[in-house]
T-cell receptor
Framework: ETGVTQTPRHLVMGMTNKKSLKCEQH?????MYWYKQSAKKPLELMFV???????ENNSVPSRFSPECPNSSHLFLHLHTLQPEDSALYLC?????????????FGSGTRLTVV | GQNIDQPTEMTATEGAIVQINCTYQ??????LFWYQQHAGEAPTFLSY????GLEEKGRFSSFLSRSKGYSYLLLKELQMKDSASYLC?????????????FGKGTKLSVIP
């Protein structure tokens, strides 16, 4: 365990389903991130929350909706996804998004959209 | 924008030394990270360089040349467990929130 826990580890959903991914960290970090990792592509930053405030939204389709109720928890709500959204979704945290710290990643949720 | 290039795959022999290169173009360079990712697992932090030169940490070393936009990760005394993907990531202070931009990763296979 890295200190960042993601659930579920695997998820299969239909295109009309609604599901949520959960990320939890107890490292005392104040910044949390969602990344998408597709085969043969770089990790793509989706969302950044710093002190519970969303600071970045990298042109992510509205079918992905993040929620950060507190600095320890981060959710990614999914609805009406497309098969091309199948990927590994990684959550990460860091002490602060605006200073010089590296990330701690969770193990990811492997999402398959059918 | 940013562009980060690293080889897609490499193969090396157990006990040998391997060097994984990473080149980048960025406008507001603020540090370079190397992460290791085993299949199905979280990426884990290996090294961080912000100044030119070599950082050594056990069997792993990382080098940075800011003027050349170049870094390498050096793995010595390779072990089978070193088979993994190695991700190069650059922090760009002009990209917003000091976010990390990742390369596609280099899949290293260590063979007996």
């Amino acid at each position: 365990e890295t200190g960042v826990t993601q659930t579920p580890r695997h998820l299969v959903m239909g295109m009309t389903n609604k599901k949520s991914l959960k990320c939890e960290q107890h490292l005392g970090h104040n910044a949390m991130y969602w990344y998408k990792q597709s085969a043969k592509k770089p990790l793509e930053l989706m969302f950044v929350y710093n002190f519970k405030e969303q600071t970045e939204n990298n042109s992510v389709p509205s079918r992905f909706s993040p929620e950060c109720p507190n600095s320890s928890h981060l959710f990614l709500h999914l609805h009406t996804l497309q098969p091309e959204d199948s990927a590994l979704y990684l959550c990460a945290s860091s002490q602060d998004a605006n200073v010089d710290y590296g990330y701690t990643f969770g193990s990811g949720t492997r999402l398959t959209v059918v | 924008g940013q562009n980060i290039d690293q080889p897609t795959e490499m193969t090396a022999t157990e006990g040998a030394i391997v060097q994984i290169n990473c080149t980048y173009q960025t406008s507001g360079f603020n540090g370079l990270f190397w992460y290791q990712q085993h299949a199905g697992e979280a990426p884990t932090f290996l090294s961080y360089n912000v100044l030119d030169g070599l950082e050594e940490k056990g069997r792993f070393s990382s080098f940075l040349s800011r003027s050349k936009g170049y870094s390498y990760l050096l793995l010595k005394e390779l072990q089978m467990k070193d088979s993994a993907s190695y991700l190069c990531a650059v922090r760009d202070s002009e990209a917003g929130s000091y976010q990390l931009t990742f390369g596609k990763g280099t899949k290293l296979s260590v063979i007996p």
